[in-house]
């Protein structure tokens, strides 16, 4: 299996020698050329150190940022072709997005902040304090439903945040450190979950620093100061491994 | 976004800076308010003065004489130029029934029942020398009792009564006796038959006493010495009369008459018809109206500035709410719709409560002079419009400069 595989229809989404260049008096490339492409379904891990890029990525396969150079593309579809409201539609319709800064409304509780994407979709009103309450149930909070984030612990946060994310039913999940905030029970729990969200046959891309965490995936994208160090396939049986290099593949 | 999820969202941030909101909305309700009292103010002023007057059917025609103010039409002055000779020609003109000529008594002193009330120039009050027939006018209200008929008789105004009863003691009432000392020495000793409402005597408290009490008279052009009067109230023989006659008097007194003469440059001669001084009237109240309008629409002006301040504040102060609602799907035009129900719902509040305090303030402002409440439904639509005006304008750049909240950055902010 390459790594690296060409545009076909089942690629949900793919990066192509993408870079992200800040210029603070000296530019900072904080993604130098990235190459990546996720199949329909598949569950990937990103690991790197701090700064390495890791964010940023998530940033442009969410539809937030784009590229200064090279492409993003999803679901066939150059981001960068896409008008702000086409790009605004993908967000609230195909992409679940739980932020590493988790990202809620302060003022509005937790059911309100898991069901704000709806607010944009045209959804109707009704029902939507039923399917906030499946959302916060399935990540543990179905307690919590009308505690505003101020009220919340950190970890408890971070979980209406991810319950936020799956309200649209998105085909693409970004998550960057969902269980960054968690104890090794709770973390467990949210895995557990982006392994049913696996099985429900959606694209996963989960950043972690944690070795354990990443191996629910299929394969690890190392990220090293905004380059793809090394893309490491995991057998669905994590105890028997292999390791691929990127550069093996180009 | 449908509307009124973003009407429910603003709702909450609207709510949830409530002093600020408050604050906000200040400017819009003062500006309002002070549109609607003082049309409230004008409309209970205008009902009070011109409330029961049949313009169309009243024959009465006055003829004074008007100093040029620039302001509102002219000033009446009190100037006797009106002779007896001009009274006599007037009356020859085809399709005039009656000549009444007006003047004005300069009182020292009036006692009724004991009490004494002085008078003298500035006074409090005036008495007034005419013949009975005034009192046929629709502008001459008689609220008790009839014209006066003998010598020695008077009618009053309401205010009048109301001055009397000041002063304490007896009510002015029917039938009582009235002293009134005349600067010339000469004291009057008058009945009362009958009491004119309070609008009657322009707005001062008056007593109308029989013409045979005047006795002013000047040098006419031909160098006769002939009894002259201020005013002249005609009456034409009927309504569709008037026109005519109040043509062929102007005709007359501006070109053949001795008060043309007598008069000085700066003064006019005015021939008005009922009509014409409720025209002039409400021409005067409609300019005043739009001056203190216009001061009062700056106010609102100055008040959708602060919309637009708060609303510019509150978008930087909410950069990092509009990223969030961008990241999860939120388009630029959902962003100005939320940004504009806001500063709408701010603008309908103020228009709202602007109104309920103007028609409070001008309600309880009306009861000073005791005029009667007219509702300026018309302003109130204006006002309302207006508020909503205020509110959109206001809210456009700081809704633009929300939608062009970059996500990336918004999300970046602490
Ligand atoms: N808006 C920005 N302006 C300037 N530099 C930026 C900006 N955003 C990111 N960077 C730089 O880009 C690099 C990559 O940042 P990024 O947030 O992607 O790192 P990360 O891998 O997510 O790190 P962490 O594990 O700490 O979250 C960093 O060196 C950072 O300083
Ligand atoms: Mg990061």
Redesign the interface.
């Known amino acids: 299996m390459s790594q690296t595989q060409s545009l076909s229809t089942d690629t949900v989404v793919a990066t192509r020698n993408a870079r992200r260049t800040y210029y603070l008096g000296e530019p900072v490339h904080a993604l130098d050329g990235v190459s990546l492409s996720l199949p329909a379904g598949s569950f990937t891990a990103v690991m790197g150190p701090s700064g390495s890029g890791k964010s940023t990525l998530m940033?442009l396969l969410?539809c937030?940022?784009t590229p200064d150079e090279g492409e993003v593309e999803i679901g066939g579809q150059r981001v960068t072709e896409l008008s702000?409201?086409k790009r605004?539609?993908l967000?609230?319709?195909e992409i679940g997005?739980i932020?590493q800064?988790f990202?809620?409304?302060?003022?509005l509780t937790a059911a309100e902040n898991v069901t704000?994407?709806m607010?944009?979709?045209?959804d109707v009103?009704t029902g939507r304090r039923e399917r906030a309450e499946q959302l916060l149930t399935r990540v543990g909070l179905g307690d919590r439903l009308d505690h505003v984030p101020s009220e919340l612990s950190g970890g408890q946060r971070q979980r209406v945040a991810t319950a936020?994310a799956l309200v649209?039913e998105p085909s693409l999940v970004l998550a960057d450190e969902p269980t960054g905030n968690l104890d090794t029970d709770t973390g467990a729990e949210i895995l557990r979950l982006f392994e049913e969200l696996h099985a429900e046959g959606r694209t996963i891309l989960m950043v972690t620093h944690e070795r354990q965490v990443a191996e629910h995936a299929e394969q690890i994208v190392h990220l090293v100061d905004g380059e793809i160090a090394e893309v490491e396939q995991l057998d669905t049986d994590a105890s028997n491994k292999r390791t691929v290099t990127t550069d093996e593949t180009h | 976004m449908k509307l009124t999820e973003s009407i429910r969202i603003s709702w909450r941030a609207i709510t949830g800076h409530k002093l600020r909101s408050t604050l906000t909305t200040l400017g819009i309700i003062v500006g309002i308010a002070a549109v609607i009292t003082f049309m409230v103010l004008g409309g209970g002023l205008e009902q009070d003065v011109l409330g029961d007057i049949n313009t169309e059917e009243d024959t009465g025609i006055q003829v004074v004489t008007q100093a040029d103010t620039g302001f509102g039409g002219g000033q009446t002055q009190s100037v006797p130029i009106y002779t007896q000779s001009d009274v006599a020609a007037v009356s020859n003109v085809s399709g005039v029934e009656s000549v009444t000529p007006s003047a004005s008594l300069s009182a020292v002193q009036l006692t009724h029942g004991g009490e004494t009330i002085t008078g003298g120039s500035g006074s409090v009050y005036g008495v007034t020398a005419s013949t009975s027939d005034r009192f046929e006018s629709e502008l001459y209200n008689l609220t008790a009792g009839e014209p006066f008929g003998a010598q020695n008789e008077a009618v009053v105004n309401e205010r009048m009564v109301d001055l009397r009863n000041e002063v304490g003691g007896e009510n002015l009432t029917l039938g009582d006796e009235l002293t009134i000392q005349l600067q010339d020495g000469r004291q009057l000793n008058l009945t009362v038959t009958g009491i004119v409402d309070q609008n009657t005597g322009g707005g001062q408290p008056r007593v109308f006493a029989p013409l045979e009490y005047y006795d002013t008279s000047v040098e006419t052009p031909s160098g006769d010495e002939e009894r002259a009067y201020p005013a002249l109230f005609v009456r034409a023989e009927n309504v569709d009369q008037v026109e005519t006659v109040k043509a062929a008097l102007n005709d007359y007194l501006q070109n053949e008459s001795a008060a043309a003469e007598l008069k000085t440059d700066d003064q006019t001669i005015a021939v008005q018809t009922v009509e014409d001084a409720v025209d002039q009237f409400t021409a005067f109240l409609d300019q005043l109206q739009l001056f203190i309008g216009g001061v009062a629409g700056l106010s609102l002006f100055v008040g959708s500035i602060g919309i637009a301040n708060i609303m510019i504040v509150s978008v930087t102060e909410r950069t990092r709410e509009i990223g969030i609602m961008k990241a999860v799907g939120a388009k630029k035009r959902e962003v100005v719709q939320l940004f504009l129900v806001e500063s709408l719902i701010l603008g309908i509040i103020g228009a709202f409560f602007g109104v309920l305090l103007g028609l409070g303030v001008g309600y309880l402002a009306l009861t000073v002079p005791g005029w009667p409440m007219v509702v300026p439904y018309g302003w109130i639509g204006i006002a309302v419009v207006v508020g909503v005006l205020v509110g959109v304008l206001a809210g456009l750049y700081p809704a633009w400069r929300g939608a062009r909240v970059d996500p990336i950055e918004a999300l970046r902010r602490e």
């Open positions: 940033n969410g937030l940022d702000d409201s605004a539609h967000r609230g319709t997005f932020f800064t990202n809620l409304m302060p003022r704000l994407p607010v944009f979709n045209n009103e936020r649209n």
